[in-house]
């Protein structure tokens, strides 16, 4: 497993990191979850994200790698807990860390994020947010002094507000999800450079789209839902004709579409059984693509270079009839969402 220099940190890590989302009661079992993070300290990946709002993921992260004696880089983040959570509350965000590092079984943390400061109603972090500052930035200067952290970071999802908050130079590492990947490409135009230019360290979350990505869905395409835009339903056919034309699987091209982006340090895939991350070892060993494939991805991107009001950040590929409009409120549930 190859490792890059994650930015300022000067921390050397793995191209694929291992997202621990699903390392939790949101996925198999404890004993799939450890075979699956034995599976990749024993291939090479060396960095391991999770999170409070990840259900129970850092105390189950915490038992597998309790015992692991391999160097490894973990993050988590502040965020959700505890419940209520008021994140103007300097205390609470403390208790946060206090409670991670006891489930993590560790007595420090590589990379603190803040977890999603940019998504609308999520967590209101900050008390002056043209400053970028709240409660939740002398907690991180306090810990990262202590010594009980070593890099700060911020999680998000957005594109222009998450530039603003690394404008602060607040923070050493970015996680930036659902923006860069093999079609949707809006890091691209403010994230990505604002990290170059102040040297901070770049993971890439949500490469797949959460599942979005992870297979195809000819036939729901063709079939077009009602949130789906033409220009994303041309920008699929094209996408799915091209690797007709490759005889590529669709998890390979997007796997080493991300390693190929030289503006960032280690990819998170979020795998849930040993032969997931198997697989996505084997993909990204073959190495970057080649240029004329990044030439023809750029140009199936290009058809869609922002995306679509009714799309949801969570594409509902597999469930079109349950989707009725913008956001995701009640994707999953069947129950339409009314007028107000």
Not at 144 to 173: C, N, P, W, Y
């Amino acid at each position: 497993m190859r490792t890059r220099i994650l930015g300022k940190t000067g921390i050397a890590v793995s191209e694929l990191g291992f997202g621990s989302l699903f390392t939790s009661s949101l996925g198999p079992g404890f004993d799939d979850s450890k075979r699956a993070v034995h599976k990749a300290i024993d291939l090479g990946i060396n960095f391991f994200d999770t999170a409070p709002a990840y259900a129970n993921s850092e105390e189950i992260l915490g038992k597998i790698i309790a015992d692991v004696k391999t160097p490894i880089v973990l993050s988590t983040k502040l965020g959700g807990r505890p419940q209520p959570f008021d994140p103007q509350n300097k205390t609470q965000l403390l208790e946060s860390v206090t409670q991670s590092l006891k489930l993590l079984h560790r007595e420090v943390i590589d990379i603190l994020f803040v977890h999603e400061p940019d998504r609308p109603l999520q967590y209101h972090l900050w008390s002056d947010p043209e400053a970028v500052y709240g409660p939740v930035i002398d907690v991180l200067n306090q810990l990262k002094q202590a010594g009980v952290i070593r890099f700060t970071g911020l999680g998000g999802t957005t594109m222009a507000e998450m530039a603003h908050l690394m404008r602060s130079d607040r923070f050493d590492v970015v996680l930036t999800a659902f923006n860069y990947s093999a079609l949707f490409r809006e890091a691209t135009h403010e994230v990505l450079p604002e990290a170059k230019s102040r040297n901070m360290g770049v993971m890439l979350g949500s490469v797949l789209q959460q599942g979005g990505l992870g297979r195809r869905y000819d036939d729901v395409v063709r079939a077009k839902p009602a949130w789906l835009s033409n220009a994303r339903q041309q920008q699929f056919l094209a996408f799915y004709q091209f690797l007709d034309e490759l005889g590529m699987s669709i998890v390979e091209l997007c796997l080493r579409f991300a390693i190929s982006c030289n503006d960032a340090q280690s990819v998170l895939i979020g795998p849930k059984t040993a032969k997931q991350v198997e697989d996505s070892v084997n993909a990204v060993a073959k190495g970057p693509l080649p240029a004329d494939v990044m030439r023809r991805l750029d140009a199936i991107a290009a058809l869609v270079p922002f995306r679509p009001f009714e799309e949801p950040m969570i594409l509902p590929l597999n469930r079109p009839r349950e989707y009725y409009g913008p956001g995701m409120a009640n994707v999953g549930t069947g129950v339409k969402v009314g007028k107000l």
